[in-house]
Protein backbone atom coordinates (compact mmCIF):
# COMPACT_ATOMS: atom_id res chain seq x y z
CA UNK A 1 0.00 0.00 0.00
CA UNK A 2 1.45 3.02 -0.99
CA UNK A 3 1.15 6.05 1.32
CA UNK A 4 1.77 9.52 0.39
CA UNK A 5 3.56 12.11 3.29
CA UNK A 6 5.59 15.65 3.77
CA UNK A 7 8.56 16.09 5.18
CA UNK A 8 11.82 17.86 5.47
CA UNK A 9 15.01 16.87 3.55
CA UNK A 10 17.75 16.41 6.34
CA UNK A 11 20.58 15.59 3.91
CA UNK A 12 20.98 15.18 0.42
CA UNK A 13 23.73 13.00 -0.92
CA UNK A 14 24.28 11.15 -4.44
CA UNK A 15 20.52 11.21 -5.27
CA UNK A 16 19.07 10.10 -2.30
CA UNK A 17 17.12 12.13 0.12
CA UNK A 18 16.66 11.65 4.10
CA UNK A 19 13.35 13.27 4.59
CA UNK A 20 11.65 13.62 8.17
CA UNK A 21 8.34 12.91 8.70
CA UNK A 22 6.08 12.49 11.34
CA UNK A 23 6.53 8.89 11.20
CA UNK A 24 10.67 9.17 11.25
CA UNK A 25 13.28 9.76 8.52
CA UNK A 26 12.90 8.23 5.06
CA UNK A 27 15.12 7.46 2.69
CA UNK A 28 13.90 8.60 -0.63
CA UNK A 29 14.86 8.55 -4.16
CA UNK A 30 13.81 11.82 -6.62
CA UNK A 31 11.23 11.21 -9.48
CA UNK A 32 12.75 11.44 -12.32
CA UNK A 33 11.03 15.19 -13.41
CA UNK A 34 13.41 16.47 -10.58
CA UNK A 35 16.38 14.71 -10.93
CA UNK A 36 16.42 16.03 -15.16
CA UNK A 37 15.04 19.17 -14.07
CA UNK A 38 16.34 23.07 -12.55
CA UNK A 39 14.34 21.70 -9.29
CA UNK A 40 16.68 19.47 -7.99
CA UNK A 41 15.48 19.08 -4.24
CA UNK A 42 17.54 20.52 -1.42
CA UNK A 43 18.61 20.11 2.11
CA UNK A 44 15.67 22.50 3.94
CA UNK A 45 13.35 21.61 1.15
CA UNK A 46 9.96 20.80 2.29
CA UNK A 47 8.45 18.10 0.47
CA UNK A 48 5.75 15.63 -1.02
CA UNK A 49 7.00 11.97 -0.89
CA UNK A 50 5.22 8.60 -1.51
CA UNK A 51 6.47 5.75 0.88
CA UNK A 52 5.90 2.03 -0.30
CA UNK A 53 7.32 -1.34 1.57
CA UNK A 54 9.19 0.98 3.06
CA UNK A 55 10.41 3.34 0.21
CA UNK A 56 10.00 6.17 -0.18
CA UNK A 57 10.04 8.75 -3.25
CA UNK A 58 10.29 12.33 -3.74
CA UNK A 59 7.04 13.49 -5.68
CA UNK A 60 7.28 17.23 -5.58
CA UNK A 61 9.02 20.36 -4.11
CA UNK A 62 6.54 22.31 -2.06
CA UNK A 63 7.01 26.28 -2.47
CA UNK A 64 10.06 27.52 -1.26
CA UNK A 65 10.76 30.73 0.47
CA UNK A 66 14.25 31.10 -0.72
CA UNK A 67 17.35 28.77 -1.63
CA UNK A 68 20.93 29.20 -2.54
CA UNK A 69 23.23 27.37 -4.52
CA UNK A 70 26.29 27.62 -2.46
CA UNK A 71 25.63 26.52 0.08
CA UNK A 72 23.18 24.25 -1.30
CA UNK A 73 20.25 24.60 0.89
CA UNK A 74 16.76 25.86 0.93
CA UNK A 75 14.46 27.32 3.18
CA UNK A 76 16.52 29.56 5.58
CA UNK A 77 15.44 31.80 8.56
CA UNK A 78 19.17 32.93 9.07
CA UNK A 79 22.63 32.55 7.66
CA UNK A 80 25.62 32.15 10.17
CA UNK A 81 28.46 33.37 8.75
CA UNK A 82 31.80 31.98 10.52
CA UNK A 83 34.68 33.76 10.45
CA UNK A 84 38.45 34.07 12.20
CA UNK A 85 41.51 36.29 12.95
CA UNK A 86 44.15 33.95 13.28
CA UNK A 87 44.78 30.53 11.14
CA UNK A 88 42.98 30.55 8.72
CA UNK A 89 42.40 34.50 8.37
CA UNK A 90 39.00 35.76 6.98
CA UNK A 91 39.11 37.81 3.98
CA UNK A 92 36.78 40.63 4.27
CA UNK A 93 35.60 39.97 0.77
CA UNK A 94 34.43 36.12 1.89
CA UNK A 95 31.86 37.58 4.58
CA UNK A 96 31.06 40.37 2.25
CA UNK A 97 30.21 38.07 -0.76
CA UNK A 98 27.92 35.49 1.19
CA UNK A 99 26.17 38.57 2.60
CA UNK A 100 25.58 40.42 -0.13
CA UNK A 101 23.96 37.20 -1.54
CA UNK A 102 21.72 36.32 1.74
CA UNK A 103 20.85 40.33 1.39
CA UNK A 104 19.43 39.78 -1.70
CA UNK A 105 17.25 37.23 -0.78
CA UNK A 106 16.60 39.03 2.11
CA UNK A 107 17.56 36.42 4.64
CA UNK A 108 19.36 37.70 8.19
CA UNK A 109 22.76 37.45 8.55
CA UNK A 110 24.79 36.73 12.20
CA UNK A 111 28.39 36.95 12.07
CA UNK A 112 29.94 34.40 14.40
CA UNK A 113 33.70 35.62 14.93
CA UNK A 114 35.09 32.47 15.97
CA UNK A 115 38.38 31.36 17.67
CA UNK A 116 38.35 34.78 19.74
CA UNK A 117 40.50 32.79 22.59
CA UNK A 118 43.14 32.91 20.29
CA UNK A 119 42.62 36.55 18.62
CA UNK A 120 39.25 39.01 20.09
CA UNK A 121 39.47 40.15 15.90
CA UNK A 122 39.09 43.54 17.12
CA UNK A 123 38.72 45.00 13.46
CA UNK A 124 36.54 41.93 11.87
CA UNK A 125 33.81 43.02 14.53
CA UNK A 126 34.25 46.72 14.68
CA UNK A 127 33.27 46.78 11.03
CA UNK A 128 30.48 44.47 11.12
CA UNK A 129 28.81 45.68 14.12
CA UNK A 130 29.45 49.12 12.35
CA UNK A 131 27.71 47.63 9.26
CA UNK A 132 24.29 47.08 11.17
CA UNK A 133 25.40 42.87 11.79
CA UNK A 134 24.84 41.13 14.25
CA UNK A 135 28.02 39.95 15.51
CA UNK A 136 28.78 37.14 18.52
CA UNK A 137 32.18 36.20 19.29
CA UNK A 138 33.03 32.92 20.09
CA UNK A 139 35.45 29.99 20.84
CA UNK A 140 34.71 26.04 20.70
CA UNK A 141 37.44 25.72 23.22
CA UNK A 142 36.46 27.69 25.89
CA UNK A 143 32.64 27.90 24.80
CA UNK A 144 32.33 31.69 25.14
CA UNK A 145 29.60 32.74 23.16
CA UNK A 146 27.89 29.77 22.18
CA UNK A 147 24.85 30.16 24.74
CA UNK A 148 24.34 33.70 22.70
CA UNK A 149 24.70 32.20 19.58
CA UNK A 150 21.73 28.94 20.42
CA UNK A 151 19.34 32.16 21.17
CA UNK A 152 20.08 33.55 17.76
CA UNK A 153 19.45 31.04 16.07
CA UNK A 154 16.23 28.97 18.42
CA UNK A 155 13.28 28.55 16.33
CA UNK A 156 14.66 28.94 13.10
CA UNK A 157 16.52 26.84 10.68
CA UNK A 158 20.11 28.52 10.52
CA UNK A 159 22.80 27.43 7.82
CA UNK A 160 26.20 27.96 8.94
CA UNK A 161 28.82 28.52 6.42
CA UNK A 162 32.28 30.32 6.10
CA UNK A 163 35.87 29.41 4.67
CA UNK A 164 37.49 26.18 5.38
CA UNK A 165 38.94 25.22 8.80
CA UNK A 166 37.14 28.52 10.49
CA UNK A 167 35.42 26.41 13.00
CA UNK A 168 31.65 25.46 11.82
CA UNK A 169 31.57 21.87 12.90
CA UNK A 170 33.87 22.28 16.50
CA UNK A 171 31.01 25.27 17.23
CA UNK A 172 27.99 22.85 16.41
CA UNK A 173 29.68 19.87 18.49
CA UNK A 174 29.54 22.40 21.43
CA UNK A 175 25.88 23.18 20.80
CA UNK A 176 24.98 20.27 20.46
CA UNK A 177 27.72 17.00 21.82
CA UNK A 178 25.72 14.22 21.32
CA UNK A 179 27.17 15.11 17.41
CA UNK A 180 30.17 13.96 17.05
CA UNK A 181 30.71 15.83 14.22
CA UNK A 182 34.60 15.31 12.60
CA UNK A 183 36.95 18.45 12.59
CA UNK A 184 39.80 19.04 10.75
CA UNK A 185 43.27 20.93 11.43
CA UNK A 186 44.43 24.40 10.24
CA UNK A 187 47.74 23.69 7.73
CA UNK A 188 49.25 26.70 9.13
CA UNK A 189 51.72 26.69 5.97
CA UNK A 190 48.74 27.36 3.78
CA UNK A 191 45.94 28.91 6.02
CA UNK A 192 43.20 26.84 5.41
CA UNK A 193 41.48 24.00 6.49
CA UNK A 194 40.21 20.62 5.50
CA UNK A 195 37.05 20.02 4.03
CA UNK A 196 35.51 17.98 7.00
CA UNK A 197 31.85 18.18 5.81
CA UNK A 198 31.25 16.75 2.42
CA UNK A 199 27.62 18.09 2.21
CA UNK A 200 24.93 19.96 3.35
CA UNK A 201 23.27 18.02 6.49
CA UNK A 202 20.73 19.40 8.95
CA UNK A 203 20.49 18.77 12.35
CA UNK A 204 17.62 18.62 14.99
CA UNK A 205 19.37 21.41 17.99
CA UNK A 206 15.86 21.48 19.62
CA UNK A 207 11.99 21.95 18.83
CA UNK A 208 11.73 23.46 16.02
CA UNK A 209 15.63 24.69 15.99
CA UNK A 210 18.01 23.54 12.78
CA UNK A 211 21.16 23.95 11.84
CA UNK A 212 22.45 23.07 8.16
CA UNK A 213 26.51 22.46 8.17
CA UNK A 214 28.00 23.27 5.29
CA UNK A 215 31.04 22.31 2.87
CA UNK A 216 34.02 24.99 3.79
CA UNK A 217 35.34 26.80 1.20
CA UNK A 218 37.90 29.43 0.33
CA UNK A 219 38.37 32.78 -1.85
CA UNK A 220 38.44 30.33 -5.26
CA UNK A 221 35.41 29.43 -4.82
CA UNK A 222 33.26 32.71 -4.75
CA UNK A 223 33.18 32.17 -8.49
CA UNK A 224 30.45 29.20 -8.10
CA UNK A 225 27.94 31.23 -5.99
CA UNK A 226 24.79 33.66 -6.78
CA UNK A 227 25.63 36.40 -8.56
CA UNK A 228 23.52 39.55 -8.12
CA UNK A 229 22.14 41.71 -10.54
CA UNK A 230 24.23 44.67 -10.58
CA UNK A 231 20.87 47.21 -10.32
CA UNK A 232 19.99 44.94 -7.03
CA UNK A 233 23.62 44.71 -5.21
CA UNK A 234 22.92 48.40 -3.59
CA UNK A 235 20.01 46.98 -1.25
CA UNK A 236 22.48 43.86 -0.28
CA UNK A 237 24.11 46.27 1.61
CA UNK A 238 22.65 46.82 4.45
CA UNK A 239 24.48 49.67 5.99
CA UNK A 240 23.93 51.44 2.33
CA UNK A 241 20.38 52.14 3.05
CA UNK A 242 20.22 55.32 4.68
CA UNK A 243 22.05 56.47 1.94
CA UNK A 244 19.83 55.09 -1.29
CA UNK A 245 17.68 57.54 -2.89
CA UNK A 246 19.51 60.46 -1.52
CA UNK A 247 22.41 60.86 -4.54
CA UNK A 248 22.23 63.97 -6.91
CA UNK A 249 21.29 61.29 -9.67
CA UNK A 250 18.60 58.70 -9.55
CA UNK A 251 20.38 56.12 -10.91
CA UNK A 252 23.75 56.46 -9.14
CA UNK A 253 25.69 53.06 -9.16
CA UNK A 254 27.77 54.76 -6.41
CA UNK A 255 30.98 54.83 -8.00
CA UNK A 256 32.52 57.62 -9.46
CA UNK A 257 29.58 60.23 -10.06
CA UNK A 258 29.32 63.11 -8.53
CA UNK A 259 26.93 63.81 -5.92
CA UNK A 260 26.56 60.36 -4.54
CA UNK A 261 25.85 60.03 -0.42
CA UNK A 262 26.93 56.57 -0.61
CA UNK A 263 30.83 57.22 -1.05
CA UNK A 264 30.58 60.70 0.45
CA UNK A 265 29.84 58.35 3.30
CA UNK A 266 32.71 56.09 2.71
CA UNK A 267 34.67 58.80 3.04
CA UNK A 268 33.55 60.49 6.36
CA UNK A 269 33.99 56.99 8.07
CA UNK A 270 30.18 56.24 8.01
CA UNK A 271 30.60 53.42 5.79
CA UNK A 272 33.69 50.98 5.90
CA UNK A 273 36.24 51.15 3.55
CA UNK A 274 36.24 47.35 2.98
CA UNK A 275 32.65 47.09 2.62
CA UNK A 276 32.68 49.79 -0.05
CA UNK A 277 35.62 47.83 -1.55
CA UNK A 278 33.77 44.40 -1.37
CA UNK A 279 30.80 45.95 -3.26
CA UNK A 280 33.15 47.71 -5.96
CA UNK A 281 34.02 43.90 -6.44
CA UNK A 282 30.84 42.87 -7.00
CA UNK A 283 29.39 45.33 -9.29
CA UNK A 284 32.39 44.62 -11.76
CA UNK A 285 31.42 41.21 -11.77
CA UNK A 286 27.52 41.51 -11.45
CA UNK A 287 27.92 44.51 -14.43
CA UNK A 288 28.76 41.43 -16.97
CA UNK A 289 25.43 39.37 -16.19
CA UNK A 290 22.72 40.21 -18.36
CA UNK A 291 19.31 39.33 -16.47
CA UNK A 292 17.93 37.16 -19.24
CA UNK A 293 21.38 34.66 -18.59
CA UNK A 294 19.96 33.95 -14.74
CA UNK A 295 16.66 32.45 -15.94
Known sequence: MMNK???RILRSLSGFYDVQ???????????????????????GDMVE??????????????PRKNHFIRP????????????????????????D??????????VPVVLCVNKC???????LTRIYKNAGFTVIQTSAETGEGVEELRGAIAGKLAAFTGNSG??????????????????????????????????????????DTYVADTPGFSSFDTDQMEVILKENLQYAFPDFGDYIG??????????????????????????????????????????????????
Open 21 to 43: TDSGIISCRGRGHLRRGQDVPLT
Open 97 to 106: RVAAIAGDQE
Open 166 to 207: VGKSSILNRLCPELGLATGEVSEKLGRGRHTTRHVELYKLGE
Open 72 to 95: AVANVDVLVIFAASVNPITEPFLI
Open 246 to 295: TCQFHDCSHRKGPGCAVTAAVGEGRIERTRYDSYLRLYEKAALIKEWELK
Open 5 to 7: KTG
Open 49 to 62: ITVEKGKGMVERIL
Open 117 to 123: DLDPAVN
